[in-house]
């Protein structure tokens, strides 16, 4: 598929039969095919994890991405090490593993002709998680949105604040919810997409704060994680909880939209605020 870069491509070759088990219906699906369906399982329409660079090919017009910020990176404030060894250590690796900078990719591009600023989370670097340097990112994303008026679009795909980091991650709540929030100001039009799984403090921040909140199918959005609430609250809580369609149920997102029609649904909902 043309979403796909030509490394990614090289780096597929010869390891062809390769199975992806679903995590929500465990069948086996081909490397190839789960792939070429966007990562989204053919048999159950789970959503699963997919590259920052991807969504970029998947949501943005050819050649119109430019990235922005690349140089921040994460800065090891506390010296943290724990018996698996030192946050640097493991960014470092991250970084080397992911070829990003941090956990979220930032730029802006095209969709469907419109400009827009963007912030795009990616799984893969310490579990999408937000630190000082991810919500510098988007902070100064949502600060471009504001001194060019265009709309800003933040994909979340993340664990929650970066423990390494402590209360300065915790920090980055506040500081991203303040640059979304200067949006109003000018009526720049915030869209919140949330995918598999958008959690602790990313969902307690900008991840809810969308003028629309769009969710992909079965994605695990919450605050606290299951387990803490029916020990805290004493009750059994129902099995669809936390999942996009309960949210959607009552009323926390907007929309529940396919991958494959993700570019299509925003290019539409930004062309009202066009209007
Ligand atoms: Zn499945």
């Given at each position: 598929?043309?979403?796909f870069s030509?490394?990614?491509?090289?780096?597929k070759s010869g390891?062809?039969n390769?199975?992806?088990?679903?995590k929500?219906?465990y069948?086996?699906?081909?490397?190839?095919?789960?792939?070429?369906?966007l990562?989204?399982?053919p048999?159950?329409?789970?959503?699963?994890?997919i590259?920052?660079?991807?969504?970029?090919e998947l949501?943005?017009?050819?050649?119109?991405?430019?990235?922005?910020f690349a140089?921040?990176?994460?800065v090891?404030?506390?010296k943290?090490v724990?018996?698996k060894?030192?946050?640097k250590d493991k960014f470092?690796?991250?970084?080397?593993?992911?070829?990003?900078?941090?956990?979220?990719?930032?730029?802006?591009?095209?969709?469907?002709g419109?400009k827009?600023?963007t912030a795009i989370?990616?799984?893969?670097?310490?579990?999408g998680?937000?630190?000082?340097?991810?919500?510098?990112?988007i902070?100064?994303?949502?600060?471009?949105a504001?001194?060019?008026?265009?709309p800003?679009?933040?994909?979340?795909?993340?664990?929650?604040?970066?423990?390494q980091?402590?209360?300065?991650s915790?920090?980055?709540?506040a500081?991203t919810c303040?640059g979304?929030a200067k949006?109003?100001?000018k009526?720049i039009p915030y869209?919140?997409?949330?995918?598999?799984?958008?959690?602790?403090?990313v969902?307690?921040s900008?991840?809810m704060?969308?003028?629309?909140?769009?969710?992909?199918p079965f994605?695990?959005?919450?605050?606290?994680g299951r387990?803490?609430?029916e020990?805290?609250?004493?009750e059994?809580?129902p099995?669809?909880?936390q999942?996009?369609?309960?949210l959607?149920k009552h009323?926390?997102?907007d929309?529940?939209v396919?991958?494959?029609d993700?570019?299509h649904?925003?290019?539409?909902v930004?062309?009202?605020?066009?209007?």
């Amino acid at each position: 598929m043309a979403w796909f870069s030509k490394s990614e491509e090289k780096q597929k070759s010869g390891r062809e039969n390769l199975w992806i088990k679903c995590k929500q219906c465990y069948s086996h699906i081909y490397e190839n095919e789960w792939k070429k369906n966007l990562n989204v399982c053919p048999n159950c329409n789970f959503h699963g994890s997919i590259k920052s660079w991807d969504r970029v090919e998947l949501i943005f017009d050819k050649n119109t991405f430019k990235e922005l910020f690349a140089n921040i990176s994460p800065v090891d404030s506390l010296k943290f090490v724990d018996l698996k060894g030192s946050y640097k250590d493991k960014f470092e690796a991250n970084k080397k593993k992911s070829g990003l900078s941090e956990a979220v990719l930032t730029g802006h591009g095209k969709i469907n002709g419109i400009k827009v600023a963007t912030a795009i989370m990616d799984f893969r670097f310490l579990g999408g998680s937000l630190g000082s340097a991810t919500g510098e990112k988007i902070l100064r994303a949502a600060n471009y949105a504001y001194q060019k008026n265009i709309p800003y679009i933040v994909f979340s795909e993340s664990g929650g604040a970066r423990m390494q980091e402590g209360v300065l991650s915790l920090m980055q709540m506040a500081k991203t919810c303040n640059g979304i929030a200067k949006l109003n100001k000018k009526n720049i039009p915030y869209i919140s997409v949330l995918a598999n799984p958008t959690t602790g403090g990313v969902t307690a921040s900008y991840a809810m704060m969308g003028d629309i909140n769009i969710a992909e199918p079965f994605a695990v959005i919450g605050f606290a994680g299951r387990r803490v609430i029916e020990q805290t609250i004493g009750e059994k809580l129902p099995a669809d909880f936390q999942t996009a369609e309960y949210l959607l149920k009552h009323g926390f997102v907007d929309s529940i939209v396919n991958r494959k029609d993700l570019k299509h649904f925003i290019s539409n909902v930004l062309s009202y605020y066009n209007r």
